[in-house]
C-alpha cells in the first residue's frame, strides 16, 4: 500500500456524460500528478500540481480539467466522454522538494469504462 | 523531449532462472530514472531509482539496475526470479517538470 487513495476504483458511463476522479495522497505530499494508462497510448503524464497550484501539463486534453484543493486532494474532472477516453487513471503524489530525494508513489488507479 | 524505449515487450523465464530486462533512454541532461512493477489490477510500485553516484542501484525484492551512460541504458537485473515477480515492468525518465515518461512495457511471465 503506497499510501495514495483513489476512488473510485471503477467507473463505468456513457459517451458524452462527465466524470470526477478524487486522489488523496499520502500524508506529508505536496505535490499530485495524474497519469493515463491505455493500451495504445500506454502510459501518458497529464498534469502535475504543487501544493495547489498547477505547475506542469502533458498531453491532458481541453475536455479533462484538474484542481488541487486546499487538504491537498486532488480531482480530475473529465467532460464529453468519448470511447477512446477508457482507460485506467493513476494519481502520484510525491513530497515536492528536490529532486535527488522525491520520489513518486502511485494510487491504485480508476478505471474507467465509457460505453 | 525525453524518450524512454523497452525493446522486450514479452520475457519468459523459468523460475530460479536469472532475468535482464533491457531499458533505453532519451534525455538531455543527467537523466533521473526508474524502475515501476505493475501486478495486475493493481498500481505502479517502485522498485528503484537512480539520480546520481553508483550506478549499480540496488532495489526490493533483489533486484537491482546498472545505468550506463555511453549506452544509454538502464537495464533491470534479478540473478534468481520467483513466480511472484511474474507483472509488467515499466522504465521511466523524469522530465524537467518532474513528470515521468514511461517505456512500453515488459511483460513478465515465469514459468514453474
Known amino acids: 500500500d503506497s499510501g495514495v487513495t483513489q476512488t473510485p476504483k471503477h467507473l463505468i458511463t456513457a459517451t458524452g456524460q462527465r466524470v470526477t476522479l478524487r486522489c488523496s495522497p499520502r500524508?506529508?505530499?505536496?505535490?499530485v500528478y495524474w497519469y493515463q494508462q491505455s493500451l495504445d497510448q500506454g502510459l501518458q503524464f497529464l498534469i502535475h500540481?504543487?501544493?495547489?497550484?498547477?505547475?506542469a501539463k502533458g498531453n491532458i486534453l481541453e475536455r479533462f480539467s484538474a484542481q488541487q484543493f486546499p487538504d491537498l486532494h486532488s480531482e480530475l474532472n473529465l467532460s464529453s466522454l468519448e470511447l477512446g477516453d477508457s482507460a485506467l487513471y493513476f494519481c502520484?503524489?510525491?513530497?515536492?522538494?528536490?529532486?535527488?530525494?522525491?520520489?513518486?508513489?502511485f494510487g491504485p488507479g480508476t478505471r474507467l469504462t465509457v460505453l | 523531449a525525453q524518450s524512454v524505449t523497452q525493446p522486450d515487450i514479452h520475457i519468459t523465464v523459468s523460475e530460479g532462472a536469472s532475468l535482464e530486462l533491457r531499458c533505453n533512454y532519451s534525455?538531455?541532461?543527467?537523466?533521473?530514472l526508474f524502475w515501476y512493477v505493475q501486478s495486475p489490477g493493481q498500481g505502479l510500485q517502485l522498485l528503484l531509482k537512480?539520480?546520481?553516484?553508483?550506478?549499480l542501484v540496488q532495489g526490493i525484492k533483489g533486484f537491482e539496475a546498472e545505468f550506463k551512460r555511453s549506452q544509454s541504458s538502464f537495464n533491470l537485473r534479478k540473478p534468481s526470479v520467483h513466480w511472484s515477480d511474474a507483472a509488467e515492468y515499466f522504465c521511466?525518465?523524469?522530465?524537467?517538470?518532474?513528470?515521468?515518461?514511461f517505456g512500453s512495457g515488459t511483460q513478465l511471465t515465469v514459468l514453474p
Open positions: 502520484a503524489s510525491s513530497v515536492g522538494r528536490g529532486r535527488d530525494t522525491d520520489t513518486q508513489y
Open positions: 500524508s506529508g505530499d505536496l505535490s
Open positions: 500540481y504543487y501544493n495547489g497550484e498547477e505547475r
Open positions: 534525455y538531455g541532461a543527467t537523466p533521473y
Open positions: 537512480y539520480f546520481s553516484g553508483d550506478t
Open positions: 521511466a525518465v523524469e522530465g524537467s517538470a518532474r513528470q515521468l515518461t
